[in-house]
């Protein structure tokens, strides 16, 4: 019974301390590798769509962010929610608008 | 004058190198393979029994996703980009020999029974594009409207290929006169890709939109889609997928073979005789690929993000995971050697590819790569449907 209190308290802690500082290089890896399996490691676009800074003009952060985060029903886009923070998907939203 | 140098070049050209040219040209290709790195757009070429790299030719594009067949000789290497080039390497001196941007996004290419035609699958835009392996030079072109995935060659200069927007498989006939294609309609909600068995016959496309998988019989003059698997996801609800699964490889062994569940832990026996479900296998993540060692008596697995650190075995006659590996960071792709002795595994974010042996599962070789993705062996040029 404690050894379960202990471990559910770490598990709750790791997304605690992720949320405080997103890691810019852990997580343009990420946009780059794993966003870009379906949308392409230039984000030109895949399975998923283009991606690049000028085709998301129509889209402001907040949009993307909460796209990022409870994805799109009914397509393939997966809501990120269990493995990323708010705080990163905000950053990778900004960083989908501003980085070429 | 002009004979006179070039008859001191060759000499000089004779003293030289000679141990050099004596290897060059005796080199066989048929323990050769390819290593894609994904974001530098460069490939290895590599040999699979001294687990060695023999060169790293750069100049290929955008790499995510690339794939690669090879000519009949196993000489050349078509290395299918993202970003819709087809690029023809020479193994033997490392050349890039031709080279054409064919489409804005493509998705993975095939190449026909006799060797003479390459063809690539087009996200956008979407359909398929067949070239002349010789030459590169456009032969015919299917404009499905939609994305396009699972192309596979198939028997007497055919491809089949199937659409992710509109659930249609397209059969083209570059043997006929007219170059015509035959369209199946109803193979289901969203395709994400598709396989063939090795005899050819039974082409599974799995669904990403539905609990299911379609299967055509090629024998059949008139192939009707068949659905498999129907529901296996028995109502619960499917997981976030993090990287769509592959279909690649017929894992079969004995009377049954394996694919991986779309948005579950899980892997699916399927009985090879009448398609239908003949167990099912509880593993670390969702699988990505499911792949039969040579012979068929393990089918190895690896997982989606984020639970792409491991490795699992399966034992196909008890369908149990007899072993699970950490190979590291991101592992994407698998490959045996031709009889299964060896699988070499791709570790993108450790930036490495490991050899294992397949008896022990001890790791034996251990080569430096730039974000390894794909590792295609030659042998692949000598079996249908890949």
């Known amino acids: 019974m404690a050894e379960g209190r202990v471990l559910a308290l770490a598990l709750v802690a790791i997304p605690l301390v992720a949320s405080a500082e997103p890691d810019p290089a852990h997580l343009e890896r990420l946009v780059i590798q794993d966003c870009g399996s379906c949308h392409g490691l230039t984000r030109k676009g895949g399975l998923g769509p283009d991606l690049r800074a000028e085709s998301l003009s129509h889209w402001d952060a907040d949009g993307l962010t909460e796209i990022i985060l409870d994805g799109i029903p009914g397509t393939a886009m997966p809501p990120w929610r269990p493995l990323l923070t708010e705080a990163e998907a905000q950053w990778i939203a900004q960083y989908l608008l501003t980085t070429e | ?386």
């Open chain 2, 1 to 386: 004058m002009r004979r006179v140098l070039a008859l001191a070049c060759l000499i000089l050209g004779l003293i030289s190198a000679p141990a050099r040219a004596e290897t060059d040209a005796l080199r066989s290709t048929g323990n050769l393979g390819v290593i894609i790195e994904r974001a530098s757009g460069s490939v290895l070429i590599v040999d699979r029994t001294a687990h060695a790299i023999l060169d790293r030719v750069e100049g290929f594009g955008d790499l995510s996703h690339a794939s690669v067949v090879f000519s009949s000789d196993a000489r050349f290497a078509f290395v299918f980009g993202r970003d819709g080039g087809l690029t023809r390497l020479d193994l033997l001196t490392g050349a890039i020999t031709g080279r054409v941007m064919q489409a804005g996004n493509s998705i993975g290419g095939a190449i026909s029974d006799d060797g003479a035609l390459v063809a690539v699958a087009n996200y956008k835009p979407g359909g398929v594009r067949v070239f002349d392996a010789d030459t590169l030079e456009p032969v015919a072109s299917y404009d499905t409207g939609a994305k396009t995935i699972g192309l596979v060659d198939l028997p007497g200069r055919r491809f089949a290929f199937t659409t992710w927007d509109t659930g249609e498989t397209w059969i083209a006939d570059l043997s006929a006169p007219d170059l015509e294609a035959v369209v199946i309609e109803g193979i289901g909600a969203n395709p994400y890709d598709a396989l063939l068995s090795p005899d050819g016959r039974s082409y599974i496309a799995g669904l990403f939109g539905e609990d299911g998988l379609t299967r055509l019989d090629m024998w059949d003059d008139t192939p009707e889609p068949q659905r498999i698997l129907p529901g296996y996801g028995r109502g619960e609800e499917p997981l976030p997928v993090y990287k769509m699964p592959h279909l690649e490889g017929w894992a079969q062994a004995g009377d049954r073979f394996v694919l991986p569940a779309i948005g579950h832990h899980e892997v699916l026996w399927v009985d090879a005789k009448d398609f239908t479900e003949a167990g099912r296998t509880k593993v670390h993540g969702q699988p990505v690929f499911a792949v039969a060692r040579p012979g068929g008596r393990q089918v190895w697995v690896n997982f989606a993000h984020p639970l792409n650190d491991t490795l699992q075995v399966l034992d196909t006659q008890s369908g149990e995971v007899i072993e699970t590996l950490k190979p590291g960071p991101a592992v994407l792709h698998m490959e045996f050697s031709p009889r299964g002795n060896e699988v070499w595994v791709s570790v993108r974010d450790a930036g490495v590819v490991q050899v294992y042996d397949t008896e022990s599962f001890e790791l034996i070789a251990e080569l430096p790569a730039n974000d390894p993705s794909g590792i295609f062996f030659t042998a692949r040029a000598h079996r249908l449907g890949l």
